[in-house]
């Protein structure tokens, strides 16, 4: 089984709902996104799936969250945009270019706050 990983940043604010707590009123984070595809065959090249398609396919889904208020979006309109469910968000995303390779997509929100998700 072969595993390849790479990771971006980007940067947004959100609120969260039916929180109690700091994290109900807006505020912001730099949050680093893990994308981790796996799979046991490699193409002719050798490769599971070339490093620069993956990173550019996740730059394009990260580029419609950079500096955007995630609660105007419209997936999070109804989802709250917690870490947990932009992680899930992120992997149904890469899941339309890279189908059943993609194993898991970790959100980190802080250095040491991170959520994943993986089917």
Known sequence: MYRVKTFMYFSS???LRNYNGNCENLHGHNWKVEAILQGDKLDN???LVDFKIL???L???LDELDHKYLNDID???NVNPTSENMAQY???RLKKDFGELVFKVIVWESENAAAEYFE
């Open 45 to 47: 090249v050798g490769m």
């Open 13 to 15: 604010a959100h609120n």
């Open 59 to 61: 730059k394009n889904i």
């Open 90 to 92: 992120i992997f149904n």
């Open 75 to 77: 997936y999070f309109r």
């Open 55 to 57: 990173k550019k396919t």
